[in-house]
């Protein structure tokens, strides 16, 4: 299990993959980058099974019902908002639940991205639009 290791610059850095040294993920002072990507994973792997619980009580009655419109056809908007808040929540989860089992002091201390958010804001309204 690595650590981010935080530079005198406050920079942090991990080994990738390929045994370079490349900037790490903003987890925070300390925290423990394997339970981050672990807690990450389990969010994803819960949120895709409420999306398929969602799908199978939605109108079409499928395990990919989450991504079908009114008019019962599969929807480009609906996936799109449907990937997008998949990879964002469980994301923003992960990190929270990897510090809170790292022993972080403050497991809430990270930011997310503007550009993240607006991202969101922008596969919101798509769906938002479509519907009309």
Do not use: Y
């Not at 290791?5 to 903003?26: I, K, N, Q």
């Amino acid at each position: 299990m690595e650590r981010c290791a935080v530079s005198p610059h406050g920079s942090h850095s991990v080994r990738t993959l390929f045994g370079g040294e490349a900037p790490a993920r903003p987890v925070g002072k300390g925290a423990n980058v394997d339970e981050v990507f672990w807690a990450w994973g389990i969010s994803a792997a819960v949120i895709a099974l409420i999306a398929v619980w969602l799908g199978k009580r939605s109108l079409a009655a499928t395990w990919w019902g989450v991504i079908v419109d009114r008019r019962l056809r599969c929807s480009l908007t609906q996936l799109q908002l449907v990937l997008w808040t998949l990879v964002i929540l469980s994301l923003v989860s992960g990190v929270f639940f990897g510090r809170l089992v790292d022993g972080v002091d403050d497991p809430l201390d990270f930011e997310i991205p503007d550009e993240v958010l607006l991202l969101l804001g922008v596969s919101f309204g798509s769906t938002g639009l479509a519907g009309r």
